[in-house]
């Protein structure tokens, strides 16, 4: 078992950064690919970014290449995703998901609960 808690959504100008890091409690975080998703009203689930087990793999929707990047520290639990050049669109909520990382969300076996990105004009 997996329990991701994402962290460090907030408010921030268009042309801001965010960072977001997601707390992974349980034995089996290294063993799992992570993901990042977003959600915004009246949306669909959106892919952003996945990366292996080691890292060795990233991956990366075109909405966000060259302004996300997605890590991790294993030693640590932990999950990030590096927002820079927010833009309006970027409004959402953020989830972590521990699994198969890929780009479609019903390959991820654990989520969290969400954090909330808001990036005004």
């Known amino acids: 078992q997996v329990q991701l808690v994402e962290s460090g959504g907030g408010l921030v100008q268009a042309g801001g950064s965010l960072r977001l890091s997601c707390a992974a409690s349980?034995?089996?975080?290294?063993?799992?690919?992570m993901g990042w998703f977003r959600q915004a009203p009246g949306k669909e689930r959106e892919f952003l970014a996945s990366?292996?087990?080691?890292?060795?793999?990233?991956y990366y929707a075109d909405s966000v290449k060259g302004r996300f990047t997605i890590s991790r520290d294993n030693a640590k639990n932990t999950g990030y995703l590096q927002m820079n050049s927010l833009k309006p669109e970027d409004t959402a909520v953020y989830y972590c998901?521990?699994?198969?990382?890929?780009?479609?969300?019903?390959?991820?076996?654990?989520w969290g609960q969400g954090t909330q990105v808001t990036v005004s004009s």
């Open positions: 998901a521990a699994g198969v990382p890929t780009s479609t969300w019903s390959q991820y076996d654990y």
């Open positions: 990366i292996s087990r080691t890292s060795d793999s990233t």
């Open positions: 349980g034995r089996t975080f290294s063993s799992n690919g």
